[in-house]
């Protein structure tokens, strides 16, 4: 069965970076556009970044942008979304997911843990 | 504050009809965007229900429906069921903020 897959999340103070990667099983994430979305405890979906198949597109939303990056490396296939300088309020779980024809999120990841806190 | 304006709550006896409306404006629903919908239950990550406003994909059931008139778009559930309590968002793009954005969810209840 085809699965996005996210990993390392975790707890950093504020003012640290993390990583988080994102992989394909069963299916090639090159292949696709990818997004990130995250969602604070309690609250809604909030779009962070997208990268395009080829990374000539890559767009960012407004409370990351300057903070977060996103890239691609097509030897492991994945896709990485670097957060750095975070804040309690980038605290959430973080879901990749692959793009669909006409711009949907047609797979979702079960989503990355991150907490800002000292 | 949400870029598209979603009904915090609906709710409806088993077998009725509910509707989530999803109101954006000119630089995304008015500007011709397509709209998504995905449907979340508490825990777990969020599953696509309706694409480009009206298509269902593979496996969901038929009593979903998108519909769109700008600059607004509409879920329908007919014939609502207990499995359908769930959190639901709509989606769209937006030029002016060159990204996507999202409704800030419907809570549906099966009453």
């Known amino acids: 069965e085809e699965e996005v897959v996210e990993s390392g999340g975790g707890t950093v103070q504020p003012g640290g970076s993390l990583r988080l990667s994102c992989s394909a099983s069963?299916?090639?994430?090159?292949?696709?556009?990818v997004t990130w979305v995250r969602q604070a405890p309690g609250k809604g979906l909030e779009w962070v970044a997208y990268?395009?198949?080829?990374?000539?597109?890559?767009f960012y939303a407004d409370s990351v942008r300057g903070r977060f990056t996103i890239s691609r490396d097509a030897d492991s296939d994945s896709v990485f979304l670097d957060l750095t300088n975070l804040r309690p309020e980038d605290s959430g779980f973080y879901f990749c997911?692959?793009?669909?024809?006409?711009?949907?999120?047609?797979?979702w990841g079960q989503g990355a843990l991150v907490t800002v806190s000292s | 504050q949400s870029v598209l304006t979603q009904p915090p709550s609906v709710s409806g006896a088993p077998g009725q009809r509910v509707t989530i409306s999803c109101t954006g404006g000119?630089?995304?629903?008015?500007?011709?965007?397509?709209v998504h919908w995905y449907q979340q239950f508490p825990g777990r990550a969020p599953k696509l229900l309706i694409y480009?406003?009206?298509l269902r994909p593979a496996g969901v059931p038929a009593r979903f429906s998108g519909s769109t008139s700008a600059p607004s778009a509409t879920l329908a559930i007919t014939g609502l069921q207990a499995e359908d309590a769930a959190t639901y968002y709509c989606?769209?793009?937006?030029?002016?903020?060159?990204?996507?954005?999202f409704g800030g969810g419907t809570e549906v209840t099966v009453l």
């Open positions: 000119t630089s995304n629903i008015g500007a011709g965007y397509d």
């Open positions: 990268i395009s198949r080829g990374d000539n597109n890559i």
């Open positions: 480009v406003n009206t």
């Open positions: 069963e299916f090639i994430l090159r292949s696709y556009e």
């Open positions: 997911g692959r793009l669909g024809g006409g711009g949907p999120i047609e797979s």
């Open positions: 989606q769209s793009f937006d030029k002016g903020l060159m990204g996507w954005v």
